[in-house]
């Protein structure tokens, strides 16, 4: 078993209930959630003209290969109701694979460890918080110390608190 950390987000919808259903999923079809992070605000990256997302990190443990686990993602995604219309349009919900333990991996379906997980802050903060000292397989930096490294300059609000 290895244990996967994916980042959930949403900015259409009702975001918290969309990130709980997103969880409850993903433990029903990929494998046991072990620690979910608190839910962050943040204004939207890249496309800035839309609502702002809620993100939470989720730590995984799962039996699943990577393309199985990603295309388990975008199935749950699909069953929500996500539509593709443009890059970075807004979302009901997003699924990313942000690491799955010290595996460095590419196919046509995903890359791991997430490609830009260095350079936003709203996927390092909740991941900071839940796996703040695992060590980024590519650069060897803990997760803290990218976080702090970070040039990313949009703010992150911790809304609400996982007990």
């Known amino acids: 078993m290895k244990t996967a950390f994916l980042l959930t987000g949403g900015n259409l919808g009702n975001r918290l209930q969309n990130l709980e259903r997103a969880a409850s ?3 029903e079809n990929c494998g046991d959630i072990l620690q979910l992070s608190s839910v962050y605000q943040t204004a939207a990256w890249g496309f800035t003209n839309q609502p702002d997302f809620y993100n939470q990190a989720i730590a995984l443990q799962t039996l ?8 388990a993602l975008l199935d749950i995604e699909k069953i929500m109701g996500r539509e593709r219309s443009f890059k970075m349009a807004p979302r009901i919900i997003d699924i990313d694979i942000l690491l799955i333990g010290e595996l460095v991996y590419q196919s046509q379906l995903v890359t791991v460890p997430h490609p830009r997980l260095a350079e936003r802050r709203f996927v390092l903060t909740p991941l900071a918080e839940i796996a703040g000292n695992i060590i980024h397989p590519v650069f060897h930096k803990t997760i803290n110390e990218l976080l702090v490294d970070c040039k990313d300059e949009l703010t992150v609000h911790k809304i609400s608190i996982n007990k």
């Open 64 to 71: 699943l290969q990577p393309d199985v686990l990603m295309q």
């Open 25 to 27: 999923l993903i433990e």
